[in-house]
């Protein structure tokens, strides 16, 4: 288990818990797993294996046109629903 002085923002850890995070700090956290800079290389490419297979298809998918490669992460705590990922386009992959 995580310990309190783990948390950055004790505050923010307060009011929401150790899992909250912004749509900033997702975005950063997905390009640089995308660039392969979290942890090794090999432990991106496995990361990003593993987004690739979610199976929510009630958010972000469901906009999407099928085929779209999207490597993404969904979650929710009681009404509040997100979801984050990287999409794969032609021009380059794109974070939402």
Request: proline residues 2%; charged residues 25%.
């Given at each position: 288990?995580?310990?309190?002085?783990?948390?950055?923002?004790?505050?923010?850890?307060?009011?929401?818990g150790l899992?909250?995070?912004?749509?900033?700090?997702?975005?950063?956290?997905?390009g640089l797993?995308?660039?392969?800079?979290?942890?090794?290389?090999?432990?991106?490419?496995?990361?990003?294996?593993?987004?690739?297979?979610?199976?929510?298809?009630?958010?972000?998918?469901?906009?999407?046109?099928?085929?779209?490669?999207?490597?993404?992460?969904?979650?929710?705590?009681?009404?509040?629903?997100?979801?984050?990922?990287?999409?794969?386009?032609?021009?380059?992959?794109?974070?939402?």
């Amino acid at each position: 288990m995580f310990k309190q002085a783990t948390r950055i923002d004790q505050e923010f850890g307060k009011k929401y818990g150790l899992g909250g995070t912004t749509a900033s700090e997702m975005v950063q956290l997905l390009g640089l797993l995308d660039a392969g800079k979290v942890v090794s290389l090999e432990a991106c490419k496995e990361m990003l294996r593993h987004l690739k297979v979610c199976d929510d298809d009630k958010k972000t998918t469901r906009q999407l046109l099928a085929g779209t490669v999207i490597a993404h992460k969904s979650g929710s705590v009681n009404a509040t629903k997100s979801d984050a990922g990287i999409i794969y386009t032609k021009s380059g992959p794109v974070a939402p």
